[in-house]
């Protein structure tokens, strides 16, 4: 158990939708990211915060936003849903921005229908 | 940009096999190196890391050495279990990337040890 939880572990909703994907840190940890893991593209950064604010962005689209709450979890909302929105969305934590290991949650899995 | 190129899989192994699984990387700064590994239904772990040219990591059996000259970072085990079967990423974070680390992933390779 790494210590960073996620809900729901799964959601089913049909295109056109929006869905809020929530993570809760690691305790002490500052920094939250956001991957996407789909089948066609992998293991793919989606956004960072620390201690509430954003520090970076990867391959996130417009129609997806994020944010983290001064309790340091963190929200990641996708709206407009596309089937090809369908993935697996994993949230990490770490103690400090430049920290270079990162716990992983269990994952969100999203389908689209 | 930062890559990682990752072993095609999948990789079929007997019980007390051999197992390596090659790792290439390009990055414009100084990249530390993990290794992370998935089991089925479950999130990643991180099984083993190298922030230097040179630093072997190693954990459960498993090693990886950060090799600068080659841009490498190969996975090794000398004798896996039937409870290593998973899917095994490697990934890098650079520290050009400013403050922020986020993980550049390779593409996984999935390892099955069969009794």
């Known amino acids: 158990d790494s210590g960073v939880t996620q809900t729901p572990k799964h959601l089913i909703t049909a295109t056109g939708q929006r869905v809020t994907l929530r993570c809760s840190p690691r305790?002490?940890?500052?920094?939250v990211y956001w991957y996407q893991q789909s089948l066609d593209q992998g293991l793919q950064f989606l956004i960072q915060?620390?201690?509430?604010?954003?520090?970076a962005k990867g391959n996130i689209l417009e129609r997806f936003s994020a944010q983290q709450f001064p309790d340091l979890h963190s929200e990641l909302n996708l709206s407009s849903l596309e089937l090809g929105d369908s993935a697996l969305y994993f949230c990490?934590?770490?103690?400090?921005?430049?920290?270079?290991?990162?716990?992983f949650g269990p994952g969100t899995r999203l389908t689209v229908l | 940009g930062d890559s990682v190129t990752q072993m095609e899989g999948p990789v079929t192994l007997s019980e007390e096999a051999f197992l390596t699984i090659n790792c290439t990387y390009t990055?414009?700064?100084?990249?530390?190196l993990f290794w992370y590994v998935q089991y089925p239904g479950e999130g990643l772990q991180l099984l083993l890391k190298?922030?230097?040219?040179?630093d072997k990591g190693s954990n459960k059996g498993f090693e990886a050495t950060y090799r600068k000259e080659t841009t490498s970072f190969h996975l090794e085990k000398g004798s896996v279990q039937v409870s290593d079967s998973a899917v095994y990423f490697c990934?890098?974070?650079?520290?050009?990337?400013?403050?922020?680390?986020?993980?550049?992933f390779g593409s996984g390779t999935q390892l099955t040890v069969l009794p």
């Open positions: 915060y620390y201690n509430g604010e954003e520090r």
């Open positions: 305790s002490g940890d500052l920094s």
């Open positions: 990934a890098l974070s650079d520290s050009i990337s400013g403050s922020a680390r986020q993980l550049t």
């Open positions: 990490a934590s770490s103690p400090w921005t430049g920290g270079n290991e990162q716990f």
């Open positions: 990055a414009t700064g100084y990249p530390s």
């Open positions: 190298a922030t230097k040219a040179d």
